[in-house]
């Protein structure tokens, strides 16, 4: 059960987010032919709303497809569904009290199918290319972006290639090659792999499906506001904390609200918007402080966050649109805060977070001392994926490797340094 009744797609076309020209939905479309800039998914919301209220959702199943009104795929059997969707929304008590928050709240992407939200893009992009005939799929990834591709390419029983930079973590790797994709590793960026899987989409027909070069990712990421307006109560909290790559799930969150707003389900307020990149490579928080509307690339990108490693973005203006308009703002966190954030997550109870959701963390203790944020404001975090899929934060113990036997218990519990029961 996808939870996705007998609703369908309200789909109607194809917009240039900058030219603001048609284009025919149903046929597979990458960038704007106008100006290579990304495409957006329009849709009838006026029908969409006959169906999709807060009482008819109430009644459905959980899970991305609940959303299908919404959603690009016209056929419910085409709609490709490994659990993804209905995340948690919950408050991390003693994380919040540490960073002086009072209302913090986590959207855990990371129980996402994949370990990550890019499960939500895919399921929506696969099924759609799937519905519109391509026959194999191809991406640049980081890391996530690859395995979640992989995952919804056997689903859909399409061949799939995955480019990515050589220093990947081994997990996401893995994780591609056991859903049966090729793997090429590129020494260089998620720019050069970027270069190359458009190389390879021309000369083998394959279709290439990098995010924001293809209008239906950004659709699937869309649900994480559609969520979080549910979740809250059809209202929006004050501030949203997301840790920034491409931008394609703030992009999305942005479109779900505007989306909402026109079918009468929330007002014209908006959370204020917050993007966080690592110092290491922070083009769009460089772009946001200069005054731009487009990000220059960075040059010698380097964070253990993965996702946050993109020196440039398609979707550049509108991240910087969306956070101009929201009054949001944009942040870079150094690598060691990182670090220390992701171990601090941990110990306070929010579990084993990604880098990149550390990063968002880190970034909030940094608004609220700033006063940026205020201590009472109704803040959400993204927590974008696991921890487990990356290499450990640096500076873990080794833990100590003892025997089995009776006598070796002694020796144990003079080696924990807590723990051992009062005499
Ligand atoms: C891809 C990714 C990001 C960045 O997401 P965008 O929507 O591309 O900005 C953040 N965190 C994790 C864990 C990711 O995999």
Redesign the pocket.
Known sequence: MNGSDVTTSTLTHLEGSESGRSYDADVLQRTDPADNRPLLARYDLDRAARSLSPKSLAQRGGGLWRWAELLPVRDPQRQLWLGEGSTALYPPTRLARALGMDRLLIKAEGANPTG?F?ARGMAAAVSRAAELGATTLIAPS????GGALAAYGAAAGLPVTVVMPADVPAANREEALVCDADVLLVEGLISDCGRISAQIATATGAFDVS?LKEPYRLEG?KTMGLELVEDLGWRLPDVIVY????????VGMAKAFDELEAMGLVGAERPRMVSVQAEGCAPLVRAFHAGERRAEPWVGATTRAG??R?PAAIGDTLVLDALRSSGGTAVAVPEDEIDAMQRSAGRLGAGYV?P??AAALAAIRELVAAGTIGADEQVVAFD??VGHKYPPPPGLADPPVVGADEQDVDRMLALLDRGAAPA
């Open positions: 990550s890019k980081a890391g996530n972006a995010t990421k840790p920034t790559g491409g931008g394609t799930g703030l996702g946050l993109v990604s990149e959701s974008t994926g």
